[in-house]
């Protein structure tokens, strides 16, 4: 293991060291996240330009306030959450690879990410999407051992919060970590899992009822996933109470509205496009809380009146979530940068080559499965349930190819897969 391991670490460091060298100031989101963790590090709660916001959420504003109360307000801090982030999702998906395919898939995925370019440029980065998708990432991993208790299911619930309080899509993993419980059992005689398997590891084509037995771990899924539901909501409670005293409403945050209107609009390209908000002019006393709402109910009347453009949204959505490998230089060079045109493309070039090596494995992967020439049996729905989850998530606000972090180690763990079954000792 060393003879992987240790190249693999020399390899990533030697990136991430050439990653420090380029120039990076934050602008735009990362520039809201650095300004509400100054804040929070001197002691004024979550606020920007003074005021208190819930614009976006605390989470990662509170790990980058650890690290400026400790060493000061320094954006480059943001190295050492994104280190942390990357190594865990690093150790995750080799986890989890090995779990469901065995070692050589475990090496050649944690290996990709690892030297992946778009999560080497995106280390230093004060976004909080890495820590997002390493954290959904690792809790997949601990919700894929067999048999959840009550304290596996609270301390699972508790991670949900927290990661809810990262970023909003964390909600869906209520739902993900439930159903991948519900495959953990299949291909052996433990875990609430096995309620839903077969001896051959797939449903009864018409049942009328599940195997001997099942009664009990059905029930116990059902439990799991209350303990689940409960454990999240003490976490994530305190904060909808804050906002209520702020903004007279329990709201998660403040930006659910806008992001539900960029993706439901009048000429929505289905990726990152605001147009002109549909605001009267009583709309400059409101807080931002009614703002949000209203532009909330925006988004809901068009996607209730415009059903076919919906649909066609939909497919536009998925090709922003899936096509390009751009936010991560791009992150890197708005507005005025002291670096050459010619870096900024070489590292476009490089980021997209690459993302496209790995959605070609992808999706022969796909095709291999629909094709029935390879088959999935258990835990190995795993990653396709993850996919579906924060697709959905996609196609409900708008695509952009920063929100596939958290798809993209189950992207090559499938892809790896393939690659596997290629060889002829495989």
């Known amino acids: 293991m060393r003879r992987f391991w240790l190249p693999l670490l020399l390899a990533a460091v030697a990136l991430r060291l050439a990653a420090l060298a380029l120039p990076y100031t934050p602008v735009s989101d990362a520039r809201w996240y650095h300004d509400a963790a100054v804040s929070l590090a001197r002691g004024g709660g979550l606020a920007v330009d003074g005021q208190p916001t819930a614009y976006r959420l605390p989470g990662y504003p509170f790990l980058l306030s650890l690290a400026y109360r400790a060493c000061g307000a320094r954006v480059g801090l943001a190295w050492i959450w994104g280190t942390l982030a990357t190594a865990l999702l690093v150790a995750s998906t080799f986890a989890i690879g090995k779990r469901l395919y065995g070692d050589r898939v475990a090496r050649v995925a944690a290996a990709g990410i690892a030297i992946y370019p778009a999560l080497v440029l995106q280390t230093g980065q004060a976004m ?66 096995a309620a839903f398997r077969r001896p051959t590891g797939r449903l009864k084509p018409a049942s009328t009822g599940y195997e001997a037995g099942s009664g009990p771990r059905i029930v116990s899924l059902a439990r799991a996933t209350l303990i689940l539901l409960a454990t999240s909501a003490l976490v994530v409670v305190p904060w909808l109470w804050r906002n209520d005293r702020l903004f007279g ?157 958290p798809i993209l180690p189950w992207m090559m763990i499938e892809g790896a897969a393939w690659l596997g079954s290629r060889r002829p000792d495989a």
């Open 128 to 193: 909080s999407d890495l820590c997002f998708a390493a954290g959904s990432v690792w809790l997949i991993a601990i919700a894929l051992r067999p048999s959840p208790r009550g304290w596996h299911a609270a301390l699972a619930g508790i991670g949900i919060g927290l990661l809810t309080l990262t970023r909003g899509a964390g909600i869906v993993l209520l739902a993900i970590v439930p159903a991948v419980w519900a495959t953990t059992g299949a291909g052996s005689t433990t875990g609430v899992g």
């Open 249 to 405: 409403q329990p709201v998660l945050t403040t930006g659910t509205g806008l992001n539900a209107f960029i993706g439901h609009h009048p000429g929505a390209s289905g990726g990152y496009d605001p147009a002109e908000l549909p605001l009267p002019a009583e709309a400059l006393a409101w807080n931002e809380a009614e703002v949000d709402r209203a532009l909330l109910g925006h988004a809901l009347d068009f996607a209730r009146t415009h059903p076919l453009d919906e649909l066609v949204l939909a497919s536009r959505k998925i090709a922003h979530l899936y096509a390009l490998e751009t936010s991560a230089v791009t992150a890197l060079f708005q507005g005025d940068r002291p670096a050459s045109p010619a870096l900024k493309y070489a590292l476009h070039a490089v980021s997209q080559l690459a993302y496209v090596a790995v959605l070609a494995a992808f999706l022969l992967r796909a095709f291999a499965l629909l094709t029935r020439r390879a088959r999935l049996s258990g835990t190995q729905w795993a990653g396709w349930i993850v996919i579906l989850g924060f697709t959905a998530v996609a196609v409900l606000f708008f695509g952009q190819d920063r929100f596939r972090l």
